[in-house]
């Protein structure tokens, strides 16, 4: 089933501050549950790369008709067709219009937010179907927080430390409340294989590679002085 092609992603606002206390990531792992962990360290099939036959037996002989992939490498034809399930996978920006590498930061250079798509994945690059997309606002970091950074590190670490925390934290939440649209769609009675889908057309968009640090620093730069 094909979507209307009109459809507009929506805004989100007063999603998450980067550097908010009720944020931070211990709280985040304290809510782990250890036994579960343990659980799923016990199964963990662990292989070179995600083409690995060991991966691709593993993912074939599990139940359900859909894999999530959360990244881990270029998942190559032969591990689609070795699986024989739809691979879902949350994108950091609206397709077709910016694909590749550090695409949050693409996308917050060329559109003025980050957005993320939900899209059935395929061998190109971010060229499959699109399911869900969704913007959201800029992130906010706490000042105090980041005067006291920059006075204990150099400008390299401070910059490193915050492009990574956008990407380890904010990017991932993101990406999890793109997911939730997927799934409110499944929770209403649509079955996921049969979700509305909106086609890409690959002479469309523009294929990214990853930002420059200069480039990067000076959109952190504009970020933090929202």
């Not at 086609?199 to 730069?221: T, V």
Request: charge should be neutral; charged fraction near 25%.
């Amino acid at each position: 089933m094909v979507a209307d092609k009109s459809h507009k992603p929506k805004v989100h606002t007063g999603y998450l501050a980067v550097f908010d206390s009720i944020h931070e990531l211990h709280k985040v792992f304290e809510s782990v549950d250890e036994n579960q962990m343990s659980l799923a360290r016990e199964k963990a099939v662990r292989a070179a790369n995600i083409n690995d036959v060991q991966i691709v037996n593993f993912m074939r002989n599990q139940l359900g008709s859909v894999v999530l992939f959360s990244g881990g490498g270029i998942v190559r034809q032969n591990t689609f067709d070795g699986v024989s399930k739809n691979f879902i996978h949350m994108h950091p920006g609206l397709l077709p219009a910016v694909r590749g590498a550090d695409c949050f930061f693409w996308s917050v250079l060329v559109d003025g937010y980050p957005s993320c798509t939900a899209m059935y994945q395929n061998a190109g690059i971010d060229t499959g179907e699109i399911l869900h997309e969704d913007s959201f606002e800029l992130p906010k970091f706490n000042d105090k927080f980041v005067k006291n950074l920059r006075e204990k590190n150099s400008l390299e670490i401070f910059y490193e430390i915050l492009y990574r925390s956008i990407l380890d934290f904010y990017d991932p939440v993101m990406r999890s409340a793109t997911l939730s649209g997927v799934l409110n769609k499944v929770s209403n009675g649509e079955e996921i294989d049969s979700l509305p889908v909106r086609n890409q057309s690959y002479s469309e968009g523009r294929n990214y590679h990853f930002m420059h640090p200069r480039l990067r620093n000076k959109l952190i730069d504009l970020m933090l002085q929202r």
